[in-house]
């Protein structure tokens, strides 16, 4: 395979001498950075300009290429295949038209099929703002010919979907150009022969979630290409003295086919090999102690727990919980003397992308939480925390082989694969985790006796968000331990500054915990406990031994633009090792360990009952009590059923409020927002009702965008009520809603959650 690398530069002529400099300063800036802030205006149009530029010299060569070989374009899709990394390539699909209809002269059908059979799609998030969305106005000044047969594409597919398949009812849905904004992920599916997922559980949210409307009317196009990587590199190259190891216990032939790897099996109960492969953990760990000694001045306990959370910097991933566990253990440890945990060095490695405040700030609150919790004489003998700064390849080389334990921690549902956990695995770590992601299928190939998993799976969580039955501030009085940890980022305990964590704060306390950290806050301290030191806090021996697995992986076939399962990495057991944790007990001082109650089993029902109350809530005080009965009365006509105050069984909850709420008590606001209502939306009947309450010229519905769409017995639903000029405002939270209703002091405010 070859890898070309682009550079940008200047054109001849390509500008008069007065604006030379401006001209060369732009060519330069397209290669300078290869992901500028996209904070500004100006930084979007430089990732637009960027874009462009590499997949125009990405065709170019390849077309050039085939041409030299075959003189003509027409097999070009037998012997091409272009995989669509994400939405950031997605050009490449108009581009290619330009290319077969401008300078080939194909005809539309032609170029069409020969794009569409060359072109597949690899998703790699369900993040909403991650699947790119570019104003029209920028696609159409930098690109207007592009833009031409985007806009041509729209339309056929529109005229496709509407008369050739009778789906009218998604055509706005999945269409390209909407909103003023041109959806590239939209244009990827529609202009490939493939969509993949990158593990079997993120494949079935964008089929079930996501991507379903796409999904429904082109089923054939989904599939899943479980991600994987290279034990060349993460094993042969990275770890030596590992590699070393096995080849003198199994012979040289794994390094050719990984699969040999299973040969391990037969070893599993060899002592011998097992002191072996502690040493060489030991050694990787006090390579890695080396390089934190001389590039961070921080001296670290080889002989202690490495717990490594190594990944981009992103709410969802949850830098933050880690971090939350760490202040928890660090408040235990000074109130309680005698609490003390297995040392444990917990170590961060993470980039954020430069506008991405909330994460810059997290990673301020880890080096300010390090410079606590290190100089504190009586913790830091059994805890240490490191952040290593300007994390890459390089350092991954040296991190992921020296990992104890692995933190794979991201929301249930929100990590499409993940490869770092691969890596760690295939080095011997632990996996701590949730199920989430390729998490899912590491589990099931090592087992649950091998793995850590803890907190809500993905099935929970969209419950959870469905109903809006979550309550932070719930959970927040509800646990000491949790209220003492949050009121720590702004109580001035890291910093004198009591606004350097505020954000943090806000975006727990006041987005309603959007990725759940309080909600898996006391499992990932169950699970996340020095039971690690008595399993020996390493991955590669499974009931004191060591074995090795074959991943689910997919390589490019360039023949046919799909992935098959040809290559392969391996994914050791992790479990538990007694000989080894004697053998830190011996090297070690450590106190007495943590006692944590243990998780419940993997396998354990969970459902819609996990956040219901134990208790009835206080019924809301509502500024006008007497209109709420009448309204609910009103309600109770249109649903044909008695309703109660407080009554939670449904969907979907609605709270009514009345105009003036500013003179509303902070507790009586609590309340309102909490999750006590007075009625509950369960079926698309009563969707209508709340159709009809949107007529009336003195009510106001507001609700979440997912919620706008919902249909009632006729097809309708809350958008088209909007439409229709309903007064129904989409908000973001139930805050949201109590603005609206001190607004509209004359109005009433039916919140449906």
């Not at 300063?25 to 874009?51: A, F, M, W």
């Not at 009812?169 to 202009?191: P, R, S, T, Y």
């Amino acid at each position: 395979n070859t890898l070309r690398l682009w550079s940008a530069e200047v054109a001849d002529d390509a500008c008069d001498a007065s604006s030379l400099n401006e001209y060369v300063n732009e060519v330069r800036e397209i290669c300078r950075n290869v992901y500028p802030d996209d904070s500004t205006e100006h930084g979007k149009i430089l990732r637009l300009k960027q874009q462009y530029f590499f997949v125009a010299a990405g065709l170019n060569n390849i077309i050039e290429s085939h041409m030299s070989t075959y003189h003509t374009l027409d097999n070009f899709s037998e012997k091409v295949a272009i995989q669509l990394n994400d939405t950031h390539p997605v050009l490449c699909i108009p581009e290619l038209m330009r290319i077969l209809m401008d300078d080939y002269k194909y005809d539309w059908d032609q170029a069409w099929d020969i794009t569409k059979n060359t072109m597949a799609y690899t998703n790699h998030t369900v993040l909403s703002e991650a699947l790119e969305k570019w104003p029209i106005q920028y696609v159409q000044d930098l690109l207007p010919r592009v833009f031409m047969i985007i806009e041509e594409i729209d339309r056929r597919f529109k005229y496709e979907v509407s008369h050739d398949m009778g789906r009218s009812d998604l055509m706005n849905e999945c269409c390209v150009l909407k909103d003023g904004q041109v959806h590239m992920a939209n244009l990827a599916i529609i202009g490939s022969h493939s969509v993949n997922g990158v593990a079997a559980l993120h494949t079935k949210i964008l089929k079930e979630d996501v991507m379903k409307n796409f999904h429904d009317i082109y089923p054939n196009k989904f599939n899943n290409k479980t991600n994987g990587i290279t034990h060349r590199r993460w094993l042969l190259y990275s770890n030596p003295q590992l590699s070393n190891l096995l080849e003198k216990t199994i012979g040289p032939d794994f390094k050719a086919n990984p699969e040999r790897l299973q040969d391990l099996m037969k070893y599993v109960d060899d002592k011998d090999l097992q002191k072996e492969f502690m040493d060489v953990k030991m050694e990787r760990k006090k390579i890695l102690a080396a390089y934190i000694k001389d590039t961070l001045h921080i001296d670290i306990d080889v002989n202690s727990i490495f717990d490594v959370q190594a990944k981009r910097l992103h709410a969802y991933k949850r830098q933050l919980l880690n971090v939350m566990n760490i202040i928890d253990l660090y408040f235990r440890m000074k109130q309680d003397p005698s609490f003390r945990i297995y040392p444990r060095t917990f170590i961060f490695a993470a980039k954020a992308a430069p506008s991405y405040t909330f994460a810059k700030e997290v990673i301020k609150l880890i080096h300010y939480v390090a410079d606590k919790v290190n100089n504190d004489s009586d913790v830091s003998p059994y805890m240490k925390v490191v952040f290593i700064p300007n994390y890459g390849v390089s350092i991954a080389e040296i991190l992921m082989n020296a990992a104890d334990v692995s933190e794979q921690i991201s929301t249930a549902g929100k990590e499409a694969s993940g490869t770092g956990n691969m890596k760690f695995m295939m080095n011997g770590a632990i996996t701590l985790g949730t199920m989430d992601g390729a998490n899912v299928e590491i589990v099931e190939k090592v087992g649950y006796d091998h793995a850590e998993i803890f907190g809500l799976r993905a099935d929970d969580v969209a419950l959870v968000k469905h109903e809006n039955t979550y309550d932070v501030w719930r959970k927040y009085n509800e646990n000491a331990n949790i209220q003492k940890v949050v009121n720590s980022f702004v109580d001035s305990t890291f910093s004198n500054d009591p606004k350097d964590f505020k954000q943090i704060y806000n975006e727990l306390m006041f987005k309603n915990d959007e990725y759940l950290l309080l909600a898996d806050f006391e499992a990932a301290l169950a699970d996340g406990s020095d039971r690690f030191g008595k399993q020996g806090g390493v991955g590669a021996a499974t009931d004191n031994g060591i074995g090795h697995d074959r991943a689910l992986v997919g390589s490019p076939d360039h023949s046919q633009g799909h992935k098959q399962d040809q290559a392969h990495s391996i994914l050791p057991h992790s479990g538990g090792n007694q000989a080894f944790i004697e053998h830190r007990k011996q090297a070690t001082t450590g106190g007495t360990p943590i006692v944590m109650p243990a998780p419940a089993p993997p396998d354990a029902p969970s459902g819609p009952n996990r956040f219901a109350p134990e208790k009835p809530m206080p019924t809301p005080t509502l500024h006008d009590p007497e209109l709420c009965q009448a309204l609910l009365r009103r309600l109770e006509d249109l649903l044909d059923r008695p309703m109660r105050f407080m009554e939670v069984c449904g969907t979907h909850t609605v709270s009514i409020f009345r105009g003036g709420l500013r003179t509303l008590l902070p507790e009586q606001v609590t309340h309102l927002t909490g999750p006590g209502c007075p009625v509950c939306v369960t079926h698309d009947r009563e969707v209508a009702a709340f159709l009809k309450l949107a007529e009336q010229p003195n009510v106001i519905i507001a609700t979440f965008g997912d919620l706008m769409r919902v249909p009632g017995p006729d097809g309708r639903s809350l958008k088209h009520a909007q439409a229709d000029g309903a007064r129904v405002s989409v908000i973001y939270s139930p805050l949201d809603a109590l603005t609206l209703a001190a607004d509209n002091p004359d109005a009433t405010v039916v919140f449906l959650g």
